[in-house]
């Protein structure tokens, strides 16, 4: 859980990087930020910013903030109740952003996973995405991804988000956001 | 038809909207970018310009162009074979977009119907978007949508398009573009 204080900052940051991004979002969107630490505390090293735009039951749309060295950990997206499980596009607006994807492992990779965890990041081959770069991900594909120095500003295109069904190689993970009153 | 030479303007003028945009294309999409005058060669009154980021089963994304006070002509999507038909949000990113969909009719829209055309709008609620904001359509609503003063650069999100469904109103429009040799 962060504090009230962290998720303000992480907020704020968030804003920062989207306007530098050139992003325009609404008043509503500005203040409902959302601010993923994944249950770890952990913000600076393991977390996600979202601005979510849609979710629809057939589309979501999604711009996603990450801070310098900022990870989003390994996961996938499941099959859910019969239906095929999320398939995503990010695409990388401003900055730089590094996925990891199954395939052969990327003999000298740019991201570090976080400090402690690194037992929990299994796949290894990268893919490096500038501004303007996508990568699509299909179904229950094992993925991870870690901005570069100055951090990054992706668009995620994809079929519905149920992140509660996400399945996360690292145990400690928690996706529902949790901040403390 | 449009001649090659509109052809290319067009698609300069849509890369320095893109640009003006703050939205980074790569080369091959630049190179790429589609050139809608829905068979009418009136592309100044009526026409699209677009990067088709992807367009997978289930999942589409593009970045449309409009030039100032370029309309999209009336259309719906209907189902196709079985599935549903298209579902799309439009989201505002620069400029001004006026969207016209069923609805309680709006006294003093902003938006003039393609001249000579003006039988073929009969939709007239209108929804204006400014940078940031955006507008979901269910599937099978007939919508247009024509760009402000200074034309509009509008991301779409949607489930898989399939263009060659699409129905408009004016039944001399042609989706397929046609560009001479």
């Not at 039951?57 to 996603?64: F, G, H, S």
């Not at 990568?135 to 100055?150: K, R, S, V």
């Amino acid at each position: 859980m962060i504090s009230k204080e962290q998720f303000q900052q992480a907020q704020q940051q968030a804003r920062n990087y989207l306007a530098r991004a050139g992003i325009a979002i609404t008043a509503e969107e500005a203040a409902n930020i959302e601010v993923a630490d994944f249950g770890l505390n952990e913000l600076e090293q393991t977390g996600l910013e979202l601005v979510v735009y849609l979710n629809t039951e057939r589309v979501c749309a999604k711009e996603l903030v990450l801070f310098p060295h900022q990870t989003c950990p390994e996961h996938r997206h499941p099959p859910v109740a019969g239906a095929p499980g999320k398939e995503e596009t990010f695409r990388c607006r401003w900055g730089q952003v590094y996925i990891y994807v199954p395939g052969e492992t990327t003999p000298h990779p740019h991201a570090v996973p976080p400090r402690g965890r690194e037992k929990t990041y299994t796949v290894w081959h990268e893919v490096i995405l500038d501004p303007g770069e996508q990568y699509t991900l299909m179904p229950n594909t094992l993925h991870w991804f870690q901005a570069g120095d100055e951090g990054a500003v992706v668009s995620e295109f994809s079929t519905r988000s149920r992140d509660e069904s996400d399945i996360f190689t690292d145990p400690g993970i928690q996706r529902a956001p949790k901040v403390a009153e």
